[in-house]
């Protein structure tokens, strides 16, 4: 906490809970936002379509 108050001496007991109370629930909410059943569909999907965007450019480019 000191090297914080040399760095930056405004920082007040404050602000320094209100970053504590929101890292406390980013923390709490970072299983859901990691967890591989809720992400996993939607790398899936934009996976399929970078690959069939890339097949439609290469059929494009050879038929032209």
């Known amino acids: 906490m000191e090297a914080a108050k ?5 920082i007040t007991t404050d602000v320094t809970e209100e970053v504590k109370e929101a890292t406390a629930e980013v923390v709490e909410k970072a299983p859901f ?16 379509y970078t690959m069939a965007a890339a097949l439609l450019l290469a059929v494009h480019l050879v038929v032209l």
């Open 33 to 48: 936002l990691a967890s591989w059943e809720k992400i996993g569909p939607i790398v899936l999907f934009y996976a399929l």
């Open 6 to 10: 040399g760095i930056n001496p405004e």
